[in-house]
T-cell receptor, first 114, second 113 residues
Framework: EAEVAQSPRYKITEKSQAVAFWCDPI?????LYWYRQILGQGPELLVQ????????DSQLPKDRFSAERLKGVDSTLKIQPAELGDSAMYLC????????????FGPGTRLTVL | AQTVTQSQPEMSVQEAETVTLSCTYD???????LFWYKQPPSRQMILVIR??????QNATENRFSVNFQKAAKSFSLKISDSQLGDAAMYFC??????????FGSGTRLLVRP
């Protein structure tokens, strides 16, 4: 069964450092989402792609976060510089089309900022 | 504001028994979808069940079923014949017109052997 892949699974960094997370969606899925899940809370959307285009990045802190999906397949989320409050689980999800399709989630990257 | 409320931070159920997890939501949209996702410890989030708001019939998926009350904006999940593998965080969510998922804060389900 196809799955969403994410790496690394865990990342520990010091504040002010740069970090990057990678996501490979299920093959053929056009829509890709990055969510942030703070401990004890539900995930919140950071950015949404339709193919290589950003559909919604209204909740992305653009002064320090960036995301790209250059060829409309895999995606990278970057934080520079990392802050203590960025410690969270970063989840990637994909869906077949842009619409009410089911979103399938990857295992996530747990970020700890010291 | 669009919100999802799960008022039960933690629930406990005896193996083989039935448990119901509560969820209410608030949206001004007429067309939306509702979901229950399961997140086991250190494992990825998986879809349990989904419900289209325009459908009156409650969705079922094997041991999982929902009670969808559109007027009350309520969407509860019933798990029958609970199994040890059902232990996880359960998140209620819906998708708005931009198709992003809006999640509640989750309910931790404990299953007692």
């Amino acid at each position: 069964e196809a799955e969403v892949a994410q790496s690394p699974r865990y990342k520990i960094t010091e504040k002010s450092q740069a970090v990057a997370f990678w996501c490979d969606p299920i093959s053929g899925h056009a829509t890709l989402y990055w969510y942030r899940q703070i401990l004890g809370q539900g995930p919140e959307l950071l950015v949404q792609f339709q193919d290589e285009s950003v559909v919604d990045d209204s909740q992305l802190p653009k002064d320090r976060f960036s995301a790209e999906r250059l060829k409309g397949v895999d995606s990278t989320l970057k934080i520079q510089p990392a802050e203590l409050g960025d410690s969270a689980m970063y989840l990637c999800a994909s869906s077949r089309t842009y619409g009410q399709d089911t979103q399938y989630f990857g295992p996530g990257t747990r970020l700890t900022v010291l | 504001a669009q919100t999802v409320t799960q008022s039960q931070p933690e629930m406990s159920v005896q193996e083989a028994e039935t448990v119901t997890l509560s969820c209410t939501y608030d949206t001004s949209e007429s067309d939306y979808y509702l979901f229950w996702y399961k997140q086991p410890p250190s494992r990825q989030m998986i879809l349990v069940i989904r419900q289209e708001a325009y459908k009156q019939q409650n969705a079922t998926e094997n041991r999982f079923s929902v009670n969808f009350q559109k007027a009350a904006k309520s969407f509860s999940l019933k798990i029958s014949d609970s199994q040890l593998g059902d232990a996880a965080m359960y998140f209620c969510a819906y998708t708005d017109s931009s198709y992003k998922l809006i999640f509640g804060s989750g309910t931790r389900l404990l299953v007692r052997p």
